[in-house]
Nanobody, 123 residues
Framework: QVQLVESGGGLVLTGGSLRLSCAAS????????MGWFRQAPGKEREFVAS???????YYADSVKGRFTISRDNAKNTMYLQMNSLKPEDTAVYYC?????????????????WGQGTQVTVSS
């Protein structure tokens, strides 16, 4: 069992930055593939970024070059550094974890989810 807790969301102006954190419980963090997803009101959940149990990372085209995903296995924590934020980045951001995932961009492949953290980008 893995429990995930996100933090770091908030209100920021266009062009600003935020860093989201996802703290995980349990001793198997390093074996989990991890991902960030987001959901805006009235829209489907969408992939943002993922990092495999090694260091391979993937990004949605909409955030490539602006967001950076990373993990610190010693701290059981994953991060999402978000720069050059735009109003269309406004959403609830969720972190997710799972093992044995082939397609880490697919939200329904993950076993564990956090409660979400709100990110609002104001123009």
């Amino acid at each position: 069992q893995v429990q995930l807790v996100e933090s770091g969301g908030g209100l920021v102006l266009t062009g600003g930055s935020l860093r989201l954190s996802c703290a995980a419980s349990g001793r198997t963090f390093s074996r989990n593939h991890m991902g960030w997803f987001r959901q805006a009101p009235g829209k489907e959940r969408e992939f943002v970024a993922s990092i495999r149990s090694g260091t391979t990372t993937y990004y949605a085209d909409s955030v490539k070059g602006r967001f950076t995903i990373s993990r610190d296995n010693a701290k059981n924590t994953m991060y999402l550094q978000m720069n050059s934020l735009k109003p269309e980045d406004t959403a609830v951001y969720y972190c997710a974890a799972g093992q044995g995932i082939i397609d880490t961009t697919n939200w329904n492949r993950y076993d564990y989810w956090g409660q979400g953290t709100q990110v609002t980008v104001s123009s």
